[in-house]
């Protein structure tokens, strides 16, 4: 277990044969497309620098390490950190896309059973490094995991999986807060650390946070801003959290409980009909 390809392997056969990644519709569709894994060392300054930007109570993969192993921490240098996508379906966008107020009936589904299975990865990957002899940990399943309010950024998880995403080159951030990526906006992130000598993947757009986003590229674009109901997302001001935040608890949610029976968050309607869905924007990549 020590070049990507079997990394890859471990995620890509978890995917093909876990019944979790499911819609739990009669069609028997899985709830996501097949993932794609990148790879970030542990010491790459850009956890650091995250830090500071988020607040002192986010960790890096050092300190989420300590948390999981407090009797046999790694230095950060020794660490990588296993960051994966999760592509939601043609079927998916393409309902999606006809939607303007509410979210669709698969997106709210792979939301949330999509995400119990995401969940599951989480700890097959971390558990089947272990047994190969490299104690792992997936960060977002440890009990300690946790939103508190950041000064900058408002209410912020203390282990980001689009920050470990970003620093792992999987993509850039955008006018909306979500990931572009090379397979789009429409996707979720997981992630593992662990003791492992991987390469690590070439970050092809530096450190520029907004690289592959038109607005912030070119002054170009703002689709994003006129797919939300909810008038959260701005070329002015970016992504009001708040504002999200409140329709999708006071509107969307109910409704996916209410029509689909499904729980969860669902919202995503600028995540999709929008030039970076399924694709790095042309020019960008
Ligand atoms: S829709 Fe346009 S402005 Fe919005 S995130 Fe995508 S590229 Fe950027
Ligand atoms: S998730 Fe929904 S409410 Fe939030 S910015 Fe996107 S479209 Fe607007």
Request: proline share 7%; aromatic share 10%.
């Amino acid at each position: 277990m020590d070049s990507v390809e079997q990394v890859e392997r471990l995620i890509h056969d978890f995917w093909a044969s876990a019944p979790s990644n499911s819609l739990q519709l009669e069609t028997g569709e899985k709830a996501w497309d097949k993932p794609q894994v990148a790879i970030a060392r542990g010491d790459d300054p850009l956890f650091e620098h995250i830090k500071d930007l988020i607040g002192p109570f986010h960790w890096t993969p050092e300190e989420a390490y300590a948390l999981a192993f407090p009797e046999h921490p790694a230095p950060a240098r020794d660490l990588r950190v296993i960051s994966y996508l999760l592509p939601q379906t043609q079927a998916t966008r393409a309902e999606q896309r006809l939607e303007q107020k509410m979210p669709a009936e698969r997106w709210a589904r792979s939301r949330f059973h999509g995400e119990e299975f995401n969940c599951e990865l989480r700890l097959h990957l971390a558990e089947a490094l272990s047994s190969a002899g490299y104690p792992s940990v997936a960060p977002e399943r440890l009990p300690g995991f946790a939103y508190q309010q950041s000064e900058r950024f408002g209410l912020a998880s203390n282990w980001s999986e689009r920050h470990a995403a970003f620093i792992a080159g999987q993509g850039t951030f955008s006018l909306s807060d979500a990931m572009i990526t090379r397979w789009g906006k429409a996707v979720r992130f997981g992630s593992v650390v662990s003791p492992i000598n991987l390469p690590v993947t070439e970050r092809a757009y530096g450190d520029n946070f907004q690289a592959w986003c038109l607005w912030y590229a070119k002054g170009t674009c703002g689709a994003c801003a006129k797919r939300c109901p909810a008038d959260a997302i701005s070329t002015s001001d970016g992504h009001d959290k708040q504002a999200c935040f409140s329709y999708i608890r006071e509107t969307t949610a109910p409704y996916a409980t209410k029509t689909y029976g499904t729980g969860a968050t669902p919202c995503g309607l600028c995540q999709v009909k929008i030039p970076c869905e399924s694709q790095v924007p042309e020019g960008l990549g």
